[in-house]
């Protein structure tokens, strides 16, 4: 009894301390116009600075910069809340307009919270999984193992673990398509009220976030077909009535803010989706992430999808078609789409998951199965010690830090009259003199269509409490910004390499067992001996 009281707080606290490493990757004194995950980070958190500067739940509408539903941002929001508080209390502000200095800052400062919501998410993500396979209708055995083997592929898969630890909006997809599945078949087989509310409140949030949430929709095809032809009108007209409230809230969500849906609908100033019904090679480039990222889950899919779904016909349970119907359009619509990242691939993997799990537990054992029964087993332990060899590499590499805080320590440590050319692809993640930022803004975009962000920068001087980069200048292409020559600097500090958070890694795992490009972010020449300096006390070893 005390074991199983426990046993959940037990596990989160592993997972979160698993997670630390991400959760505070990059977050030291980071200003607004640097991060280390990706700038989707920023967006939730911008509508919130939004809502609160112009006290207004619609101040978030129009801007660019908020690419996410509305409901993102009202997740961000608590983190923002206490963010203020604990700077409020450490001394840092005492009003509205000093809080707008400390975020702009140290905005790491509140991503280190947001952070959390995602590892919140991904681990009740892993207690649902644990729910699903529990379920008679998959696992009519109740075999434990079942359940834990599912959860152990969810949680150490490499893509559902890192962007647990991001504050991108794809842990919430995958979690919400998770919940929906298990709802949807609480309500086919035992049609609870409290099932239809989750069904609701899930479709409303996963929306509210991104539009993809709906493709997913399709889950309720195969039900659908079963109520029709057991003529259950009663069940017909609660989905209908579903149908209807989320067709409302979907309204509601582009009426608070519409900027993202018409992004995605190529609407607005920023590119949205593009079509190409595969003239380009997507689908080739996401079952390659499929294949060659998760090569013994790929191969244990086939196996159940051959000899459980088809030979034994298992194919015709509804919840087997359901998750495959809902994997299957996740893939195929992003297949379409023009631009392609490794992440998009997320749900149609977690259903790859389910559905070889859950075959699995239909697997009908006799004499001729029992070896490719035990193969598939070994397939799906063989996966689970793959990619936490991969989580274990890229913690290795991200412990460390983002590459450039050697660079940034350097700098910290040269004398007042010593310059540094800085050839890299973003700003450095430190508070900068507001003459660099208006160097390189103006030598950029020439005075034209400077972002507010970057205009307030170039206005603004650094706080007193976070140190200040001041004996740098950009290049920015092959131009030195601002009208400084060459002759001007002592040193040139030189990017090459891939950072760790970037999708380099991420589209081919194998990568991260080769980490030179990770050990090695800036090169620094001394402009006038011609040398190289030792790379020891800049690069990462």
Not at 29 to 52: C, K, N, R, T
Not at 73 to 95: E, H, N, Q, T, W
Not at 420 to 434: I, N, P, Q, S
Request: proline share 4%; aromatic share 18%.
């Amino acid at each position: 009894m005390f074991f199983k009281k426990f046993l959940v707080p037990f596990l989160f606290i592993i997972w979160a301390l698993a997670h630390w490493i991400m959760i505070s990757y990059g977050t030291q004194f980071v200003p607004l116009h640097s991060f280390y995950a990706s700038a989707d980070e920023q967006s939730p958190i911008l509508g919130v600075m939004h809502v609160l500067e112009e006290r207004s739940v619609f101040a978030m509408r129009g801007h660019e910069s908020v690419y996410y539903g509305p409901v993102f941002s009202v997740i961000a929001a608590p983190a923002v809340i206490l963010d203020a508080a604990y700077a409020y209390f450490a001394g840092y502000v005492k009003s509205a307009s000093d809080y707008r200095v400390w975020f702009s800052f140290n905005w790491g400062s509140v991503l280190f919270l947001e952070r959390w919501v995602s590892v919140i998410v991904g681990f009740v993500g892993l207690l649902y999984t644990w729910r699903l396979f529990n379920l008679a209708v998959i696992n009519p055995d109740r075999k434990k193992w079942v359940a834990w083997l599912g959860v152990a592929l969810i949680a150490t898969n490499f893509y559902y673990f890192l962007y647990s630890g991001w504050l991108r909006h794809w842990i919430f997809v995958t979690v919400f398509l998770i919940m929906q599945i298990y709802h949807l078949i609480q309500i086919k087989e035992r049609d609870r009220k409290s099932d239809w509310i989750w069904m609701g409140a899930l479709s409303f949030l996963g929306f509210g976030i991104a539009y993809v949430t709906l493709i997913l929709q399709i889950m309720w095809l195969p039900v659908l077909i079963v109520w029709l032809r057991k003529k259950d009108y009663s069940k017909i007209k609660s989905f209908v009535f579903y149908l209807a409230l989320l067709t409302l809230s979907s309204i509601l969500c582009v009426f608070w803010n519409p900027t993202p849906y018409l992004r995605y609908a190529g609407l607005s100033k920023t590119a949205g989706l593009q079509f190409h019904l595969w003239s380009q090679p997507s689908l080739y480039y996401y079952l390659k992430i499929l294949v060659f990222n998760q090569p013994f889950l790929s191969f244990a899919f086939l196996l159940a999808a051959v000899f459980v779904a088809i030979l034994q016909r298992q194919y015709k349970i509804y919840w087997v078609r359901s998750i495959g119907l809902a994997g299957l359009a996740h893939l195929l619509f992003f297949s379409a789409n023009v631009h392609s990242e490794p992440r998009y691939i997320m749900p149609a993997t977690m259903a790859a998951i389910l559905l070889t799990v859950g075959l699995l537990a239909q697997w009908k054992v006799g004499d001729v199965w029992k070896k490719l029964f035990a193969a598939t087993v070994i397939l799906l332990g063989l996966e689970i010690a793959w990619q936490t060899a991969n989580i274990s590499l890229w913690s290795y590499a991200a412990v460390k830090g983002p590459e450039d805080k050697p660079l940034i320590a350097w700098l910290n440590s040269l004398p007042p009259d010593k310059k540094v050319l800085v050839d890299a692809w973003h700003f450095l993640g430190a508070a900068h003199d507001k003459k660099i930022i208006k160097e390189y803004s103006d030598t950029r975009f020439e005075g034209k269509g400077l972002s507010n962000m970057l205009t307030y920068f170039s206005q603004t001087d650094p706080p007193a409490w976070t140190p200040a980069i001041n004996n740098i200048v950009y290049m920015y292409g092959d131009k030195v910004t601002g009208n400084h020559k060459k002759s001007e600097f002592d040193y040139f500090a030189h990017y090459y390499g891939e950072p760790l958070t970037t999708n380099f890694f991420e589209e081919r795992l194998t990568r991260l067992w080769f980490m030179s490009d990770l050990r090695q972010w800036y090169s620094v020449t001394d402009l006038k001996t011609g040398l190289e300096l030792e790379q020891g006390s800049l690069l990462r070893k």
